[in-house]
């Protein structure tokens, strides 16, 4: 099926450990987002790739960097990971055209650091 | 600054009823405006869309409204039903399709 697929679905890491999340999405979309979100709270972007080739800081950038490989593929990787990045992270991608199909989110990443 | 909040944490209602999520939101340069829907466990999924130049848009059993003199957007969802228990939230577009502002979301739960 069409849409965005994050692996892996969950993880655990220990403190200072490195990880990258990976994403893909398979709906020809310019841009693509990574979101991270903790309890109680909405999403909050931590970088974004408004097209092939180019990379921005969203929100929360601090610990973390990002790849985008190729027009599908957008990755996140913890250098060090460190406690209070345990959260729920959610990659997004996006085209020029509104509506149903123009911002979709894939399932997400359950990771704990302990 | 930006930001998209919410009035109500928890809404309950039950099986059938009418129910209204509300949502403020401060960036008056916001042009597009989105409902999502979320379910334990996955992400979220849209649910209705509206321009900044329009005040009222339908979907199946779902009504989104916008008062831009206010700043304020509400989601109404008919006749209520057990599946539509998740968190809502609303999101902005403050300038430019790319770079959503989310509020920090509604639960909604219905009763049978």
């Known amino acids: 099926n069409a849409g965005v697929t994050q692996t892996p679905k969950f993880q655990v890491l220990k403190t200072g450990q490195s990880m990258t999340l990976q994403c893909a999405q398979d709906m020809n979309h310019n841009s693509m987002y990574w979101y991270r979100q903790d309890p109680g709270m909405g999403l909050r972007l931590i970088y974004y790739s408004a097209s092939e080739g180019t990379t921005d800081k969203g929100e929360v950038p601090n610990g973390y960097n990002v790849s985008r490989l190729n027009k599908r593929e957008f990755s996140l990787r913890l250098e060090s990971a460190a406690p209070s990045q345990t959260s729920v992270y959610f990659c997004?991608?996006?085209?020029?055209?509104?509506?149903?199909?123009?911002?979709?989110f894939g399932s997400g990443t359950r990771l704990t650091v302990v | 600054g930006e930001n998209v909040g919410l009035h109500l944490p928890t809404l309950s209602v039950q099986e059938g009823d009418n129910s209204i999520i509300n949502c403020a939101y401060s960036?008056?340069?916001?042009?597009?405006f989105i409902w999502y829907k979320q379910e334990s466990g996955k992400g979220p999924q849209f649910i209705i869309d509206i321009r900044s130049n329009m005040d009222k848009r339908q979907g199946q059993r779902v009504t989104v409204l916008l008062n831009k003199t206010v700043k304020h957007l509400s989601l109404q969802i008919a006749a209520t039903q057990p599946g539509d228990s998740a968190v809502y939230f609303c999101?902005?577009?403050?300038?430019?399709?790319?770079?959503?502002?989310f509020g920090t979301g509604t639960r909604l739960l219905v009763s049978p």
């Open positions: 999101a902005e577009s403050p300038g430019g399709f790319q770079k959503l502002v």
């Open positions: 997004a991608s996006s085209s020029r055209d509104r509506g149903q199909d123009g911002y979709t």
């Open positions: 960036n008056s340069a916001s042009d597009y």
